[in-house]
């Protein structure tokens, strides 16, 4: 089994207002990269330096979303992300956080993939896999399945795929780190889709899908019904500039994502953001959360 912690005390806590009912929420998903986020905090990566104020402001973020399933990444511990989605969550951290996997964990600070899904919803725990095809330190896929969800299962990814491959395909170590992972997707995707089974694959893909004839999403989706379903999102996000902490900058391209199958209807599909004061006055992420709302599920 992950990491599922129970029975923390918490130095941050967020009442804003009435939550609607857990049915009520039940039809929605976010994603958000939180940008290594750790309670301590490293030297060596100077956006890991976060205040109490700043874990305040993002839990405030993520109250307002209202979403019952968070796929996040860059996570250094179960502790860091509970104390932004509080203690209504349970927390399924990856596999790679074990004891049996130190062989695979840095020794100063981890970014890890995971889910916090709210309390009430019934979730198994299958174990997590590698998108290579050797254990890697930074690539695992977190996998639960949220059983009974509009009274059928559905079975979630949260990823985190390799960066400095955004555009187009270059014979480069990146990309052909990129295009393995892009073909373990696809392999999950389609062993899925042969059984008739519903998924959700959310996350930090370094890349933008929706580019036409883009062929990371060409790769990934190969042969299967897979939909993006954050094809036509803008990239709207506003993030603090990394050479300069006094000014903002804009991202050209959505490179988060959410793949669905063809089980669901989106309602709508959008990016969360933050507002440039925030962004400028509080230490909270260069991605803003990802969020569907799912209006139904086919047979």
């Known amino acids: 089994m992950k990491c599922a ?23 929605k998903i976010s994603t958000w990269n939180m940008e290594w986020l750790d309670l301590k ?32 990444q860059e996570v250094a511990s179960a502790a860091a992300i ?12 990856s596999d790679r956080s074990l004891p049996s996997h130190h062989a695979l964990q840095f020794s100063d600070i981890n970014q890890y993939t995971g889910f916090a899904v709210k309390k009430g919803l019934k979730v198994t725990d299958p174990s997590d896999f590698s998108l290579l095809q050797t254990k890697n330190k930074l690539r695992f896929a977190s996998y ?9 299962p559905v079975h979630l ?15 480069n170590n990146a990309c052909k780190t990129l295009k393995q992972q892009a073909h373990g997707l696809n392999a999950w995707i389609k062993a899925r889709e042969e059984q008739g089974e519903a998924y959700i694959i959310a996350g930090d893909f370094n890349h ?15 042969q299967s019904h ?30 988060d994502h959410i793949v669905v199958s063809q ?34 599920m086919t047979p």
């Open 144 to 152: 639960i399945i949220l059983e009974d969800w509009q009274n059928e």
């Open 5 to 27: 912690l129970k029975g923390l005390i918490f130095l941050y806590v967020v009442v804003l207002y009435t939550p609607t009912t857990l049915a009520q929420q039940e039809n």
């Open 263 to 296: 089980h669901f209807v989106i309602d709508e599909a959008t990016q969360d953001v933050f507002t440039s004061s925030d962004v400028l006055n509080y230490q909270l992420s260069d991605h803003c959360p990802l969020s569907i709302t799912i209006g139904s």
């Open 208 to 222: 933008n899908l929706a580019y036409p004839n883009d062929w990371l999403w060409h790769d990934l989706s190969s």
């Open 226 to 255: 897979a939909v993006l379903s954050t094809r036509k999102v803008s990239a709207d996000c506003v993030v603090r500039n990394r050479n300069n902490a006094k000014k903002t900058h804009q991202f050209r391209s959505l490179i």
């Open 82 to 93: 509970q104390s932004v989605v509080g203690g209504e969550y349970e927390i399924f951290l």
């Open 157 to 171: 990814l949260s990823i985190h795929l390799k960066a400095r491959c955004s555009g187009q395909y270059r014979s």
């Open 41 to 72: 905090g490293n030297r060596q990566f100077k956006p890991s330096l976060r205040s109490n104020a700043d874990f305040y402001k993002m839990s405030e973020y993520f109250a307002k979303i209202e979403a019952p399933i968070l796929a996040f």
